[in-house]
């Protein structure tokens, strides 16, 4: 099983500043990483895959970065709809895939 | 392209419960489906999948107690769940994958086993 973990576990960000949240893959998962937004009461969206690719509708300010097993997801210039729990998960080895366990970016 | 649940409820332990999925803007039978559930304040966990031709997994966690499955003249996704425990208590999303990733949600649909 591949183990992806997030960090930080919360992040604490001012409107305006960038954010930048991290995920680390036990194993190798090539460029097959996603990142996904979940505000409370919703169900996750889907913001990269492959990595690097925005999802469709996806603002340009989300940007996602790393391969192999050191992943990045950056925010420039935060807005406040950004505040979110945001999770990581590699399909290179699905099933069963594998989520992160979240990093909650809150208003500082 | 919509994913809309429903099913959800409150059911005591060793009760049974199926949840609906009804699919908007593209043909269940023809895409990977998987179900998730997140217990209240926790992670996403993967329960089931089911493929476009027909193949299905469960996760461990639910093996041999929880069933996915479609109907394709509804285009309608399932997951049939029988020997419910306090521990499968969480919020369940239908999602769709495209090519690896969840591009659709469901919006959820709360399950709550208590006596």
């Known amino acids: 099983e591949i183990v992806m973990t997030q960090s930080p576990v919360t992040l604490s960000v001012s409107p305006g500043e960038r954010a930048t949240l991290s995920c680390r893959a036990s194993?190798?998962?090539?460029?097959?990483l996603a990142w996904y937004q979940q505000k409370p009461g919703q169900a996750p969206r889907l913001l990269i895959f492959?990595?690097?690719t925005r999802a469709t509708g996806i603002p340009d300010r989300f940007s996602g970065s790393g391969s192999g097993t050191e992943f990045t997801l950056t925010i420039a210039s935060l807005q406040t709809e950004d505040f979110a729990v945001y999770y990581c998960q590699q399909y290179n080895n699905w099933p069963p895939g594998s989520f992160g366990q979240g990093t909650k970016l809150e208003i500082k | 392209v919509q994913l809309v649940e429903s099913g959800g409820g409150l059911v005591q332990p060793g009760g049974s419960l199926r949840l609906s999925c009804e699919a908007f803007g593209f043909t269940v039978s023809n895409s990977y489906m998987t179900w998730f559930r997140q217990a209240p304040g926790k992670g996403l966990e993967w329960v089931a999948v089911i493929y476009s031709g027909g193949s299905r997994f469960p996760a461990d966690s639910v093996k041999g107690r929880f069933t996915i499955s479609r109907d394709t003249s509804k285009n309608t996704l399932y997951l049939q769940m029988n020997s419910l425990r306090p521990e499968d208590t969480a919020i369940y999303f239908c999602?769709?994958?495209?090519?690896?990733?969840?591009?659709?949600w469901g919006q959820g649909a709360l399950v709550t086993v208590s006596s």
């Open positions: 999602a769709r994958e495209l090519m690896g990733p969840f591009d659709s």
């Open positions: 194993h190798y998962v090539s460029s097959n």
């Open positions: 492959g990595a690097s």
